[in-house]
């Protein structure tokens, strides 16, 4: 009972962030230059055609009045209209959630290999050349800005061997081989930024069960390094690595804006960027606050995850 | 009782001690950054060029030993670029960091000792801004900022302070309800100190190493955040020679010559590696452990 009490606390404060998140995008987006009617009617406006716009759009009404209504609306499942192409904005999302969910689905393929191989390898080895040299490497990553290693993916797999595509332009006629094809190189960026982060932490984790006794009870009752490793530390290192795979996904929504930008990928994260770029107001409202709910989901399901299976953190 | 104080040791003697004992991550970090600083510090005056200057030789020439980083496609000589770039890069990366460190050290600080519905409010407000990942929350606000200060280095600064203040805060908070417990805190109280004069005559020196760790972190990304907002056209505007928004410009000459974003991308990726590599060193030092990158 008292873990299902932290656990409803738990969500009732991510709704109360996410109402207050909701508010601050609403203030910023109000204080962008311009007015939405001016920008909808460019050029051709006059003061006539903008007085009738602004009438429509209930414009002239109060911010608080305007607020509410917007996330009346928003409650409801309708985002809104997009101001450039005046499509509703529900419709403009479906196929770019898709593509970066897609692509999210293909960085975790990469990233769980990646940050567990060269984790055991690192424990097991611990201290040893390998190890060093691994820390070293995983250092040299973890610093890498996305844009750079992406950069840098660009110049191996396009310019020296050409294998991928350097614009990952899909649509819906686009083949499936050719389709993950465009997904490689924003995939593996994602897939290695995220795997560095865990290393880290897995070696670390790793090794701390390793000492363990039931490690030792087990190497003493004679079973094989690989049946120790595979059965008994792997699962129970497991633990934190959900919660850093948690933090994962929450990083991949902001990580996603610039590769998938870097690589003019159709996906959630270039719209988000192109609302902002086009001051398309409703848009960039509909494509912040989605991107705030998946972080701030991930960040709760890391937190009850860490809840429920440690139970040391129940007392707190 | 006055107890014997160990004789003075010559400053050189103390630094080479000091050099001594210091972790190897703190060594190479710290020279990686010496290095850095000297070229961001000297370099305009001995860069072969001027860092907008056209007629440098022939557009898109690879890598020469005249020209180490090659010719971008406005004839400029790319290596004179990112040295002129260095303190550029350096300036809004540090300043920015550290107008989040203050703003984030005050209100946190305060709001761990106040506490209430002062503190309920503020840590929910900061809870909230945490939750828009920062580059969102970075493109949002440069685009509120409008496009009469885009471009300006004091709007990427406030940028870089508006996405750190609130993670400096939260940090800053746990921290004071640590000190609060203290029977000195009690004291100030009782004397009838201001909540102002508590934080800055007891909470703030009590968690200098927090800070100080926390700021080092924070650089550590800040060069990130500069290249990242600048590579999306959001940061600084051509021509600056910003290591990130070059690295942008000059992609469309990967193949002809990857030099061009090699070399700035090899200055930025050296400044990271070299913060990051110190703050580890420093943070053991202090007796802390780090998540390096902490995003």
């Known amino acids: 009972m008292a873990v299902l009490r932290l656990v409803i606390g738990r969500i009732f404060v991510s709704v109360l962030t996410l109402l207050l998140v909701s508010f601050i995008i609403f203030s910023m987006v109000e204080i962008l230059p311009g007015d939405v009617a001016s920008r909808i009617l460019g050029r051709d406006a006059t003061p006539e055609s903008l007085a009738t716009l602004r009438e429509r759009l209930h414009l002239n009404d109060p911010a608080p009045e305007r607020y509410v209504r917007w996330l009346g609306n928003i409650v409801q499942g309708d985002l809104g209209n997009a101001l450039t192409s005046s499509r509703p904005?529900?419709?403009?999302?479906?196929?770019?959630?898709?593509?970066?969910?897609?692509?999210?689905?293909?960085?975790?393929?990469?990233?769980?290999?990646?940050?567990?191989?060269?984790?055991?390898?690192?424990?097991?080895?611990?201290?040893?050349?390998?190890?060093?040299?691994?820390?070293?490497?995983?250092?040299?990553?973890?610093?890498?800005?996305?844009?750079?290693?992406?950069?840098?993916?660009?110049?191996?797999?396009?310019?020296?061997?050409?294998?991928?595509?350097?614009?990952?332009?899909?649509?819906?006629?686009?083949?499936?081989?050719?389709?993950?094809?465009?997904?490689?190189?924003?995939?593996?960026?994602?897939?290695?930024?995220?795997?560095?982060?865990?290393?880290?932490?897995?070696?670390?984790?790793?090794?701390?069960?390793?000492?363990?006794?039931?490690?030792?009870?087990?190497?003493?009752?004679?079973?094989?390094?690989r049946r120790v490793l595979l059965r008994h530390a792997l699962p129970n290192a497991m633990?934190?690595?959900?919660?850093?795979?948690?933090?994962?996904?929450?990083?991949?929504?902001?990580?996603?804006?610039?590769?998938?930008?870097?690589?003019?990928?159709?996906?959630?994260?270039?719209?988000?960027?192109?609302?902002?770029?086009?001051?398309?107001?409703?848009?960039?409202?509909?494509t912040v606050l989605i991107t705030a709910t998946v972080y701030i989901s991930a960040n709760m399901i890391a937190d009850v995850g860490a809840i429920v299976l440690n139970p040391r953190l129940r007392s707190s | 009782m006055a107890v014997a104080q160990p004789p003075l040791t010559?400053?050189?003697?103390?630094?080479?001690?000091?050099?001594?004992?210091?972790?190897?991550?703190?060594?190479?970090?710290?020279?990686?950054?010496?290095?850095?600083?000297?070229?961001?510090?000297?370099?305009?005056?001995?860069?072969?060029?001027?860092?907008?200057?056209?007629?440098?030789?022939?557009?898109?020439?690879?890598?020469?030993?005249?020209?180490?980083?090659?010719?971008?496609?406005?004839?400029?000589?790319?290596?004179?670029?990112?040295?002129?770039?260095?303190?550029?890069?350096?300036?809004?990366?540090?300043?920015?960091?550290?107008?989040?460190?203050?703003?984030?050290?005050?209100?946190?600080?305060?709001?761990?000792?106040?506490?209430?519905?002062?503190?309920?409010?503020?840590?929910?407000?900061?809870?909230?801004?945490?939750?828009?990942?920062?580059?969102?929350?970075g493109l949002l606000a440069i685009s509120a900022a409008g496009p009469q200060l885009a471009?300006?280095?004091?709007?990427?600064?406030?940028?870089?302070?508006?996405?750190?203040?609130?993670?400096?805060?939260?940090?800053?908070?746990?921290?004071?309800?640590?000190?609060?417990?203290k029977d000195f805190i009690t004291i100030a109280r009782l004397r009838g100190e201001s909540a102002w004069s508590v934080m800055r005559r007891e909470l703030l020196p009590n968690a200098t190493s927090v800070l100080l760790v926390e700021f080092a972190v924070r650089a550590g990304y800040a060069p990130v955040l500069v290249g990242s907002l600048g590579f999306l056209g959001f940061g600084m505007r051509p021509p600056t020679p910003e290591w990130g928004l070059m690295i942008s410009e000059n992609r469309a000459l990967l193949i002809a010559s990857p030099a061009t974003v090699l070399g700035p991308g090899l200055m930025l990726a050296s400044l990271i590696v070299g913060l990051n590599l110190f703050t580890e060193g420093l943070a053991r030092i202090l007796g802390r452990t780090v998540q390096i990158a902490s995003r």
């Open chain 1, 89 to 225: 904005i529900n419709e403009i999302l479906g196929p770019r959630i898709f593509n970066t969910l897609m692509l999210s689905l293909f960085a975790f393929a990469i990233y769980i290999p990646l940050s567990l191989i060269p984790a055991a390898v690192q424990a097991l080895n611990r201290d040893k050349t390998i190890d060093h040299v691994l820390s070293i490497v995983s250092l040299i990553l973890v610093s890498m800005p996305e844009f750079l290693l992406a950069t840098l993916l660009l110049i191996l797999f396009v310019a020296m061997i050409p294998l991928f595509p350097a614009m990952s332009l899909v649509d819906d006629s686009t083949p499936f081989w050719e389709y993950l094809r465009a997904l490689a190189l924003p995939g593996m960026t994602l897939g290695i930024v995220m795997a560095v982060y865990a290393v880290r932490m897995l070696r670390d984790n790793l090794i701390e069960v390793l000492d363990a006794d039931f490690i030792r009870m087990a190497e003493l009752k004679g079973l094989s390094r």
């Open chain 2, 151 to 181: 471009g300006e280095p004091v709007l990427v600064i406030f940028v870089v302070a508006l996405i750190y203040a609130p993670r400096v805060a939260r940090m800053a908070r746990s921290a004071a309800l640590e000190i609060v417990t």
């Open chain 2, 10 to 137: 010559a400053p050189p003697q103390v630094l080479g001690r000091f050099w001594r004992r210091s972790p190897m991550s703190l060594k190479i970090g710290g020279l990686i950054l010496l290095v850095h600083l000297i070229v961001a510090a000297t370099g305009p005056f001995w860069a072969p060029y001027g860092q907008a200057q056209m007629g440098a030789g022939l557009p898109l020439s690879p890598a020469s030993f005249a020209h180490p980083f090659g010719i971008d496609q406005l004839s400029r000589d790319v290596f004179s670029r990112v040295v002129h770039g260095g303190h550029i890069v350096i300036f809004l990366a540090v300043s920015g960091t550290l107008l989040g460190l203050v703003i984030g050290a005050v209100v946190g600080l305060l709001s761990g000792y106040v506490r209430g519905w002062v503190d309920e409010v503020l840590m929910r407000f900061v809870e909230a801004i945490i939750s828009i990942p920062f580059i969102v929350l």
């Open chain 1, 239 to 286: 633990v934190p690595t959900l919660n850093v795979t948690a933090l994962n996904l929450a990083y991949l929504v902001g990580g996603v804006v610039i590769v998938e930008k870097v690589f003019a990928f159709p996906g959630f994260g270039s719209l988000l960027v192109d609302a902002l770029q086009l001051r398309d107001a409703p848009l960039i409202e509909a």
